[in-house]
């Protein structure tokens, strides 16, 4: 009876075990059984950043949290690496190489570079998922959002052209011309600036810009855009203008010109109102992407998604230093008010 009784008990574990979705290891260590987790292996997924800006640290944390999020377990269904390059193609390259040589499963880009390298160097098996970038297609992922390359999606992240612009002629009714610093090696910022220019004529008001193709340009192209006619600069978004708007602002605010822009870091460095993509949201779904992939869905039947939610900023320090006062309707549209 005893024999009868310990089978019966083993029985009732074993049950228990197979219909478990987590196990505890003998060192406490938690682990995917596999069986509601939906992945097959322990996914080696590196994500590779060009820059290190605001908008891109939210962008990553977003995927983060996306995933952690998810049902996955980090260290049992997945190991994440995070490479950055700082804003050097060079390094760039060789991050994308780093994570080919780690024999890496996944592969998750931010920025338009950051695509084109990846896209370039991996192999066409290997699943990428992007996001913080304006035009995939630019960036060469397909030839449209739902004929795309077999291995690669994302969210694209396109600017609020309509919603910037709105916000500026609330602030400067009378603007009939704005200005904006082009990076012309960079597909993005060329992209932007023909939205916006589109966006704009539809306003009637006229877009100048001005071309920088190096940080140490990046001053002197601001002063000249500000010695031009234009009403206010109206900075559309890229790598080299994200990591340098410092400069965009202080030659505006010396021209007495008030900043608009479509980062959510230019607020803090100057610009009166931005409106940015939510990139942290643009990260969930890009993460939520990547769930898919690793459960088992090709890239390929994934449409690329565009991003549309929004976050606004206003800095009433950097208005108040160009003698405009923000309406209390733009106030009221902003997530977040600072410079008070």
Not at 70 to 93: I, K, W
Not at 133 to 143: C, F, Q, R
Request: aromatic share 4%; glycine share 8%; proline share 5%.
């Amino acid at each position: 009876m005893w024999l009868t009784v310990k089978r019966l008990l083993l029985g009732l574990v074993l049950i228990l075990l197979a219909s478990a979705v987590l196990l505890i290891s003998d060192g406490g260590r938690r682990k995917s059984s596999g069986s509601n987790a939906g992945v097959n292996k322990k996914w080696v997924v590196n994500l590779l950043e060009y820059v290190n800006v605001e908008d891109s640290e939210q962008s990553e944390k977003g995927i983060l949290d996306g995933l952690r999020e998810s049902g996955l377990v980090e260290g049992c269904d997945y190991e994440m690496t995070v490479r950055n390059a700082q804003g050097d193609m060079p390094t760039l390259n060789g991050l994308v190489d780093a994570a080919l040589t780690a024999r890496a499963d996944l592969l998750m880009t931010l920025s338009t570079p950051t695509l084109q390298a990846t896209i370039r160097k991996a192999p066409p098996q290997l699943p990428i998922v992007f996001t913080y970038l304006a035009d995939p297609i630019a960036a060469g992922a397909g030839g449209n959002f739902t004929d795309h390359r077999p291995n690669v999606t994302g969210v694209a992240t396109g600017g609020a052209d309509e919603e910037v612009l709105a916000i500026l002629r609330e602030c400067v009714p009378r603007a009939r011309s704005i200005g904006t610093i082009v990076v012309p090696s960079e597909v993005n910022t060329v992209y932007h600036l023909h939205e916006l220019t589109l966006e704009a004529r539809k306003l009637g008001i006229e877009v100048i810009s001005v071309p920088a193709n190096t940080s140490s340009e990046l001053p002197d192209a601001a002063l000249a855009l500000c010695s031009m006619k234009i009403d206010a600069v109206c900075q559309v978004a890229g790598n080299l203008t994200a990591t340098g708007f410092t400069s965009i602002a202080r030659a505006a605010r010396v021209a007495r010109l008030p900043a608009f822009a479509f980062m959510s870091s230019a607020a803090e460095q100057g610009a009166v109102a931005v409106v940015a993509r939510d990139y942290y949201d643009g990260g969930i779904e890009a993460a939520q992407f990547a769930v898919r992939v690793m459960r088992g869905e090709s890239p390929a039947s994934i449409p690329i998604q565009p991003l549309r939610k929004n976050r606004t900023i206003v800095n009433l320090a950097a208005a108040r230093a160009v003698g405009i006062t923000v309406p209390a309707s733009v106030l009221k549209k902003a997530e977040k008010v600072i410079g008070n």
